[in-house]
């Protein structure tokens, strides 16, 4: 079983914080999604990172894949409210598994105005 | 909105029961995946179908079985129901064979199981 292990689980803090949400695995993946998923609703996809070492940024958010591509960083500057949300990485692979995303628990982001 | 329509939104049974969840993926996807979502396990993966054919199978009871018809639309039967299968069902679908190449998976809002 390939597991992905986010840290940290909730994430409280004020609008125009930064924060790192980090994904963590000793398994390798070919890529690695995050998605945000708010409630009542699917994850949405945010960025998919193919390349270890990639760098990928959208707007305030920088993703980046490890060297290795065992593991991934979501970083927010200046967080704002519509942040909100829950984050969650999920590894891919090709060959007999490219049908499944492993994903991670998720870590539970809250912006306070 | 995703495209991926999913019915019911909510479903409150008894157990023992068996249900029935539907899946219709964005127009032009050819993969249907089914996903479960509990508090203590999180997204978990439950099967892939891709043009009809299963292609990748996860972590599905053997209470539960999948089909997707010649309309490419999805069904999740959930049999003999227990207290521990109540959580959010997802089904997400694709252009293609699946996030290994490295396209997207289109998440529906899924359907909220309850039983009790």
């Known amino acids: 079983t390939q597991l992905l292990e986010q840290s940290p689980q909730f994430l409280s803090i004020q609008e125009g914080e930064n924060l790192t949400v980090y994904c963590n695995s000793s398994s390798v993946f070919s890529s690695l999604q995050w998605y945000r998923q708010e409630p009542g609703e699917g994850p949405v996809l945010l960025v998919t990172v193919v390349t270890g070492g990639e760098v990928k940024k959208l707007k305030r958010l920088t993703f980046q894949f490890g060297d290795a591509r065992k593991d991934s960083s979501l970083h927010i500057t200046a967080a704002q409210p519509g942040d909100t949300g829950l984050y969650l990485c999920?590894?891919?692979?090709?060959?007999?598994?490219?049908?499944?995303?492993?994903f991670g628990r998720g870590t539970q982001l809250t912006v306070w105005p | 909105d995703s495209g991926v329509t999913q019915t019911p939104k909510h479903l409150i049974t008894a157990t023992g029961q068996r249900v029935t969840l539907r899946c219709s993926p964005r127009s032009g996807d050819l993969s249907v995946y089914w996903y479960q979502q509990s508090l203590d396990q999180g997204l978990q993966f439950l099967i892939q179908y891709y043009n009809g054919e299963e292609r990748a199978k996860g972590n599905i009871l053997e209470r539960f079985s999948a089909q997707q018809f010649p309309d490419l639309h999805s069904e999740l039967n959930l049999s003999s129901l227990e207290l521990g299968d109540s959580a959010l069902y997802f089904c997400a679908s694709s252009v293609d064979w699946g996030p290994g190449m490295n396209t997207e998976a289109f998440f529906g809002q899924g359907t909220r199981l309850t039983v009790v």
């Open positions: 999920a590894g891919a692979n090709r060959g007999s598994t490219l049908g499944r995303l492993y």
